[in-house]
């Protein structure tokens, strides 16, 4: 018996030696053996041979994919994965005997196996087929999902160039009725009154190519450096039912198309120092470039051209910003970058602390997960020497047409304290700002006024399961003596928040204009009384603003995401109003917004989004007396982003 078992773990012996030595072969040839039918260390074993047998499966399974077994549409790749495009990296070795020197380390080949032993050709490999056979993935230069050197997933040149290529077509339409002017001349003779049929039509087309050029190692640390050139093709057309809403020129007609090419953005940024052995850094951009100086865009949310200085401290738990934006002047249509100067200063310096309630006293579970921030803005809209600036239509719109408007300089600097995370189970936003300087000749008071107005807002949430209930506060000083060297109304630089509803609220989403200004700006929620907020002056006597609203955010499918908003608002002050308007009496009542909106993205990802969203203004007693009309007024949109 003893002897039986020594011949018997000889022979055991010597078939692993045979194994270990064609192990070897299969891997001079490229091929890696597949890891099915391994058997995990905690598996019990059934029998004294399992290791061997295991073995030899992996083996049989291997010599199944062996080059002078299969045709060629099946031989292992000598390619890597994804589309890697050219290397131009060569090889400083010569190929020895069982070694191939491969020194670019992102084009590696990897060896293509049947893991189920299906046994199917290679072109049915495709994204719907891969999941049960094959495990890895041939790219096309077309294919954004997969790993591409179009996308920044392998270098372009050396081992740590990479370019990033990105391109967008966003489409949106919307059909809107807002108060509409009918101009010196309507457009049916039966009309009356300052504001005639309020249905349009907007059409919006953008083009956008983004390239972007990064050098280092960036999955782990900042890169050394970047440059980014983004030049976009706007096409845009609005119909209207009145003349005076498209060109101060009636004979242009109720329609207009027109399209714009800019370039957006071209910026370069340089890594300047590592401050840290954690990767904190200090960093310069210089050029067209995008900011957001809080976490709603309150005060300023724009793409313009500067320079700007940032980095981090503790491991990333501290991030700064120093920023200079000479602006420029925007198209009026399009509302993108031109190369005329603007003859604005903007200074913005922040400072973010990550985990800033991490307070012993506090419950561990209030301690992670909320980021304070203090900011620092200075707006010199330098405009004092200036002529009269009428927009690409004709409107005048430097200064604000209204009561004694001269050309006129703007120094004002905001101090805010902002924050934004969770504390414990509540979701929690919060923004402070007071705004202090001086206009030198305000067009509303007629005369030179000091600046000192304030603004804050709060949003609470709390996620139930696949829920997210929302209450939003915000609350924007107003003027109270319109007339007298102060100006109290709380106006921003170049504001975009995304609050109470952002882009799918009545109120916030559409410029309603009133007697060559706009009661409320696009994209802004502050009744500031200015013609344009691209092209305008901010003006800071105006009514101010209270803002009530309760959201809900419902994840209805992993794709499909619903948003519900309900708003109630009223000014602080009507006295702006009244003098503008001459007309005593004005309700603070300013009417309900409510909207719902849709976000589809049918592949979980940014590749292709549908938004739609549809918003119903109901008109409060304010309202009714300033637009003579107690109609219900509305909005509805879609728009289509594709991205590769």
């Known amino acids: 018996m003893e002897g039986h078992t020594l011949s018997r773990l000889g022979t055991t012996l010597r078939r692993r030696e045979w194994l270990a030595r064609l192990l070897c072969l299969t891997c001079a040839v490229g091929v890696a053996p597949t890891s099915s039918g391994t058997q995990s260390e905690d598996a019990p074993t059934t029998k004294p041979n399992a290791a061997v047998d295991a073995t030899e499966d992996r083996i049989k399974l291997s010599l199944r994919f062996q080059p002078d077994t299969l045709d060629d549409s099946r031989k292992p790749p000598t390619d890597p994965l994804g589309f890697a495009g050219p290397s131009s990296v060569r090889p400083r070795a010569e190929p020895t005997e069982g070694f191939l020197p491969i ?44 790993q591409n050197v179009l996308k920044g997933d392998y ?51 953008n083009f956008i190519l983004q390239f972007e050029l990064l050098h280092g190692s960036t999955a782990f640390k900042p890169f050394d450096w970047k440059v980014r050139i983004t030049p976009v093709l706007n096409v845009n057309y609005l119909g209207t039912e009145e003349f005076g809403a498209v060109n101060i020129d009636v004979r242009k007609g109720r329609f207009r198309r027109s399209k714009d090419f800019a370039l957006q953005e071209f910026f370069f940024e340089k890594k300047l120092a590592d401050v840290s052995p954690h990767y904190d850094f200090v960093s310069l951009r210089i050029g067209r470039q995008p900011f957001v100086s809080d976490f709603r865009g309150f005060i300023f949310n724009d793409v313009n051209q500067g320079v700007r200085l940032f980095g981090s401290s503790e491991s990333n738990r501290r991030q700064w910003n120093l920023v200079y934006f000479y602006q420029a002047e925007k ?21 973010y602390i990550q985990d800033s309630l991490d307070f012993e006293f506090l419950p561990p579970t209030w301690r992670k997960g909320f980021t304070t ?19 690409k239509n004709g409107f005048l719109v430097r200064p604000d047409p209204i009561g004694s408007f001269t050309p006129h300089d703007v120094k004002v600097a905001y101090i805010g304290w902002a924050g934004d995370g969770h504390i414990g189970r509540l979701n929690l936003t919060h923004a402070a700002y007071w705004a202090l300087g001086r206009d030198d000749f305000n067009a509303l008071a007629g005369q030179r006024v000091t600046i000192n107005a304030q603004m804050a807002a709060v949003e609470a949430s709390i996620d139930v399961d696949w829920l997210r209930l929302r209450a939003s506060f915000l609350w924007a000083s107003g003027d109270r003596k ?31 204009r009133l007697l060559g200004v706009n009661l409320v700006n696009r994209n802004s929620l502050l009744p500031d009384l200015t013609a344009s907020k691209t092209e305008g002056q901010a003006n800071f006597v105006n009514p101010g603003l209270f803002l009530v609203n309760f959201g809900l955010d419902a994840e209805l499918t992993p794709k499909l995401k619903a948003i519900f908003n309900a708003s109630y608002l009223w000014f602080a002050h009507t006295e702006p109003l009244e003098l503008f308007l001459q007309q005593p009496g004005i309700s603070r009542e300013i009417g309900a917004d409510l909207s719902v909106g849709l976000v589809y993205r049918p592949y979980l990802n940014n590749n292709v ?27 509805a949109f879609t728009s289509f982003t594709l991205r590769f």
């Open 482 to 512: 319109p007339q007298d060297r102060k100006a109290r109304g709380f106006d921003a630089i170049f504001d975009n928040p995304n609050f109470a509803g952002g882009p799918f609220g009545f109120w916030n989403r559409q410029a309603i």
């Open 373 to 391: 921030q203090f900011s620092f803005h200075y707006n010199y809209d330098d405009q004092g020497a200036e002529k009269l600036h009428f927009d």
């Open 609 to 635: 989004i549908f938004n739609a969203g549809v918003a119903v203004f109901l008109p409060g007693e304010g309202f009714e007396q300033i637009y003579e009309s107690d109609k219900m007024l509305y909005a």
């Open 331 to 351: 198209d009026s249509n399009s509302e993108l970058n031109t190369f005329d100067a603007r003859h604005q200063h903007v200074v913005v310096a922040n400072y």
């Open 155 to 205: 270098p372009i040149f050396g081992q740590n160039t990479f370019m990033n290529l990105t391109l967008i077509s966003d489409t949106t339409y919307e059909y809107r009725r807002v108060p509409t002017a009918s101009g010196e001349s309507t457009a049916r003779a039966d009309r009356r009154g300052f504001f005639g049929h309020p249905q349009q039509n907007v059409l919006t087309q």
């Open 103 to 146: 020194e670019d380390r992102w084009r590696v080949g990897f060896p293509r196996y049947d893991r189920l032993g299906r046994r199917q050709p290679l072109d049915r490999v495709t994204m719907g087929a891969i999941s049960g056979n094959y495990q890895y993935v041939e790219g096309r230069w077309y294919d954004p999902y997969n």
